[in-house]
């Protein structure tokens, strides 16, 4: 497994340079509201959601109550509904590494899996799941760095949050510099867009991912049926 590891190893070298960087804000900002690197570790270790981690963060220093966090990561994490339906026919040859491969599914992984091509005389299979494994490596480093970061330095942490915000920006940009398919960004956009001016930013977020999961099924069936 050593060339799966090694190829694996240079394809999630972008989502390194992002996830180290952002793990270290997370790990900053998880310090200065007072709890330190074993937090830092725990969290990116059993939870790994990215944007769902900052938001834990608010949640726990409010005293946030266990329906309503339940609430919060439902609707920051479904679009994880629409990665991990159009993964289920891959990841059902992983046998016992499947339950692994969904938990690590985060937008960058996601991105990496359905972009990169696996190199020859590689098995496909360890190649995606070290690119899944390393990709929550880096963000446990970076989240122990910035907490260790956090407890030495008093600095002023406003922004940091928008670590995380910045990096999907840059996956969209990427995404339509690199692929020939616009289409679904362009959906999600407009859905997002239009929710927006309707609901305001405080209450478009559900109605812009009922709208999206409604807009991609649809375009998917559509596709399926001129296969």
């Not at 329906?67 to 289920?88: D, E, F, K, P």
Request: aromatic share 14%; charged share 10%; glycine share 8%.
């Amino acid at each position: 497994m050593k060339k799966e590891m090694l190829e694996a190893l240079k394809a999630s070298i972008p989502v390194m340079m992002g996830y180290i960087v952002l793990g270290m804000a997370f790990g900053i900002l998880l310090e200065s509201k007072g709890y330190n690197w074993i937090y830092a570790l725990l969290m990116s270790v059993f939870i790994y959601a990215g944007s769902m981690q900052f938001v834990a963060i608010q949640l726990l220093t409010t005293g946030a109550t266990f329906i309503h966090a339940a609430m919060m990561t439902l609707l920051i994490n479904a679009r994880h509904l629409v990665y991990g339906l159009s993964m289920l026919k891959k990841f059902n040859n992983f046998k016992k590494l499947k339950s692994y491969m969904i938990f690590s599914l985060t937008d960058e992984t996601y991105s990496l899996l359905v972009g990169v091509k696996t190199p020859k005389e590689c098995n496909e299979n360890w190649f995606y799941f070290f690119i899944s494994f390393f990709n929550q490596c880096y963000w446990i480093i970076g989240s122990l760095i910035g907490s260790l970061i956090g407890s030495l330095l008093t600095i002023n942490t406003t922004g940091l949050d928008f670590a995380m915000t910045a990096l999907f920006i840059v996956i969209v940009l990427e995404q339509l510099l690199t692929s020939s398919k616009h289409h679904y960004t362009y959906l999600g956009f407009i859905i997002s867009l239009v929710c927006l001016m309707i609901f305001g930013k405080d209450a478009f977020l559900i109605p812009a991912m009922i709208g999206i999961i409604m807009g991609l099924s649809f375009m998917y069936k559509g596709e399926q049926e001129h296969v």
